[in-house]
């Protein structure tokens, strides 16, 4: 079992920057593949970013601004985004799990609660 909580949201302006983290509960977080996806209201949840092991995968909307990166002593992850638009704006949720296809949201057995971020033009 595995228990993620997310943190790092809030409201900035477009240019700025935020970190995201994931606080990660359990055992197994080294073996599992962690990822980032978000969801924006009427829209249906998206990929963002993945990483297993040293190996990062990305949005091509988020890439060469969003970096995803992984604290296996503290069982976080973390995403930091850089040059925020608007477009950023949405619910962010971490995940985990044993996947193939990285980008699907079905693969991921948990799931954190999710933190909004805003963007203002």
């Known amino acids: 079992q595995v228990q993620l909580v997310e943190s790092g949201g809030g409201l900035v302006q477009a240019g700025d920057s935020l970190r995201l983290s994931c606080d990660a509960s359990?055992?197994?977080?080294?073996?599992?593949?962690m990822a980032w996806f978000r969801q924006a209201p009427g829209k249906e949840r998206e990929f963002v970013a993945s990483?297993?092991?040293?190996?990062?995968n990305y949005a091509d909307s988020v890439k060469g601004r969003f970096t995803i990166s992984r604290d296996s002593a503290r069982s976080t992850v973390y995403l930091q985004m850089n040059s925020l638009k608007p477009e950023d704006t949405a619910v962010y949720y971490c995940?985990?799990?044993?996947?193939?296809?990285?980008?699907?949201?079905?693969?991921?057995?948990?799931w954190g609660q999710g933190t909004q971020v805003t963007v203002s033009s």
């Open positions: 990483i297993i092991w040293s190996i990062t």
């Open positions: 995940a985990a799990g044993r996947v193939g296809d990285r980008r699907a949201p079905g693969e991921y057995s948990y």
């Open positions: 359990g055992r197994t977080f080294n073996s599992y593949s």
